[in-house]
């Protein structure tokens, strides 16, 4: 059963950085793309960032020119480089994948992130 860790999050002061990794247990047939999410408590989950398979990069407009998606095929691992952190950017941060076929691995525990002012 494929598993996904999210690590790295942590306590940072606003304009601060954090570099998150997500690592996937197992193999994974037909990625169609790799992705970033955010949830705050009472909120719906939030796409923050998506890399296809063929290297284009998403967004959303909150993130835009702070945070950057890429990947290590290699080694079954992506990461969500975060700069210029916001108050707003707190969050738990979780990945998942899309594939070909549609099917997705369960949910990981998420990693938080907190940003202080």
């Known amino acids: 059963q494929v598993q996904l860790v999210e690590s790295g999050g942590g306590l940072v002061q606003a304009g601060g950085s954090l570099r998150l990794s997500c690592a996937a247990s197992?193999?994974?047939?037909?990625?169609?793309?790799m992705e970033w999410y955010r949830q705050v408590p009472g909120k719906q989950r939030e796409l923050v960032a998506t890399?296809?398979?063929?290297?284009?990069?998403n967004y959303a407009d909150s993130v835009k020119g702070r945070f950057t998606i890429s990947r290590d095929n290699a080694k079954n691992t992506w990461y969500l480089q975060m700069n210029s952190l916001k108050p707003d950017d707190t969050a738990a941060y979780y990945c998942?994948?899309?594939?070909?076929?549609?099917?997705?691995?369960?949910w990981g525990q998420g990693t938080p992130v907190t940003v202080s002012s």
């Open positions: 998942n994948v899309r594939t070909y076929s549609g099917w997705t691995p369960k």
């Open positions: 197992g193999t994974i047939f037909g990625i169609n793309a």
């Open positions: 890399i296809t398979s063929s290297g284009t990069t």
